[in-house]
């Protein structure tokens, strides 16, 4: 929620205030809401109301930026009297490619996903704080992800690069890593996880890298593979001997092995316990330095500033 004089207008702006609705949404679902707009000391006309789905990515210089994937105009050219207010409901579909934000109901730490609201007044834009999004994994990533936390890792870290799959195609240029600490009895061969998912209407990839450990006669370095499913194969799928076999094939070659459904692939090129009652024991996260500046289209920082300041306006 954000709630802004627009300065377009002057200090007798309407303001505005986005509210979501309460709880979580899914990747190729929706999220709706209403934008509640009005309060000013005179007539405005408002030339367009848009919402924009926003994603807070880390580019190839590890600068963290800010990318636009998708934009929904919500209200166009209409007048608003003199402390007239007037609320706006509104649908705004998710896309599949959607990063996930939570795991069974707890935020994940680092990931930024949200919804930022823009008035048109008066040949001016006003640009509003992000409104963070509660993305849970759909049906068919979650028992992937309930594998490996099966299996004893622990998630180390979520975040979402700038770049595409090689292989693999993408509506957008990022795809979102959930990196695990290897489970226990990989402990010594593979140092780390990264789990990537990349969905579509009928289907989706889950895609692995291990970073493996070199030793006397084997070469260390990442191995990828990717297990395409359709959504009903994917829920459907032993992804513990899935994911476990993968592993075991990967630590005892030097080469990698794909076998079983995996398909191996470049990674990208840039432009606990299933039953726990929480991943917050599961999580070690570090912060990531912020960078003002434009990277491929992405406005750095400014988007995700003013985040702190929404409780000094409640």
């Known amino acids: ?91 705004l579909p998710l896309p599949w490619e959607t990063p996930i934000t939570a795991l069974r109901g707890q935020p994940l730490p680092g990931m930024r996903v949200g919804v930022r609201t823009e008035v048109a007044v008066a040949r001016a834009v006003d640009t509003g704080d992000m409104d963070p999004l509660h993305v849970e994994p759909l049906p068919c990533q979650l028992p992937a992800i309930e594998a490996l936390f099966g299996m004893g890792a622990q998630l180390k870290s979520a975040d979402v690069e700038h770049g595409t799959l090689n292989g693999i195609a993408q509506e957008f240029p990022f795809y979102q890593e959930l990196e695990f600490f290897t489970p226990p009895e990989f402990s010594g061969r593979i140092n780390e996880i990264e789990l990537t998912f990349v969905t579509r209407a009928d289907s989706v990839d889950v895609v692995l890298e291990a970073d493996r450990r070199g030793g006397l006669f084997t070469s260390g370095g990442d191995a990828l593979g990717r297990i395409h499913r359709s959504h009903e194969e994917a829920v459907r799928t032993d992804w513990t001997s899935e994911i476990r076999g993968w592993l075991e094939a990967v630590a005892q070659s030097a080469g990698g092995f794909f076998g079983g459904g995996h398909d191996s692939h470049g990674k990208h090129e840039h432009s606990g316990h299933s039953g726990g009652s929480g991943i917050g024991g599961m999580v070690a996260a570090g912060a990531a330095g912020v960078a003002a500046g434009a990277v491929g289209g992405m406005m750095l920082d400014e988007v995700f500033e003013g985040d702190e300041e929404e409780g000094d306006e409640e």
Request: with cysteine; glycine share 14%; hydrophobic share 40%.
């Open 1 to 91: 929620m954000f709630k802004r004089m627009l300065q377009a207008v002057g200090i007798g702006g309407p303001s505005v205030d986005t509210v979501l609705q309460e709880g979580g949404c899914l990747p190729g679902g929706g999220v709706s809401g209403e934008v509640r707009i009005g309060g000013a000391s005179g007539s405005t006309r408002i030339q367009r109301i848009d919402l924009v789905l926003i994603a807070q990515v880390e580019t190839a210089d590890d600068q963290q930026g800010v990318l636009e994937f998708r934009r929904l105009t919500v209200a166009e050219d209409f007048q608003l009297e003199a402390e007239q207010h007037t609320n706006i409901p509104f649908e």
